[in-house]
């Protein structure tokens, strides 16, 4: 039942995406300017940050403890309730970051001397598929803390490193010479 709605979530925010409608924001956008970012920032990026995520979900834990003597499946709802809460500061600040790359990117192709549309073009379906990827994120950890399923955000981390690449190869590294 929980993979038939699953899939369903999955088919109608595609179908929403080919359409071009914009899936409806998980929570409002933030109004603090992201601009501008810095080299040093820019060469501090790494999916590293975001590593802890991919054990912080983990059943392995939850199963370990539910074995001990003198478990309470009430501490199990509490431990699931924070670890979501903590993961979703996490999946908060992934999209925060993802949001001021995208920005940076922008104003670096505007800027720029040469005219990149392949860049402009990957960089609008990257924009898609990490909104479609953050929306399958939240629903799936809204079904793991009701205490069903899994989290698989792998392909939100590859689009994260893909693009913390595209931009640190767009930009001098801070301290380097460049010498032209």
Known sequence: MVQSIDADFDIALSTLNMLNFPPMPHRFPRTQAVLPATAEWISGLSVER?????????????????RQPGFDRWVDGRL?????RIFRGYLNSLADEF????????????????DRPDLALALTRTQSEFRLCMLRARWRLLLFQWGSGCVDIAGLMNLFDNLCGELQGMVPRPGVNQSF
């Open 99 to 114: 949001r001021k790359m995208c920005g940076t990117l922008q104003l670096l192709m505007v800027h720029s001397a040469v």
């Open 50 to 66: 975001y590593r802890p995520m991919l054990r912080l979900l983990d059943d392995s834990d939850l199963e370990f403890l539910c």
């Open 80 to 84: 699931r309730r924070q670890r979501c």
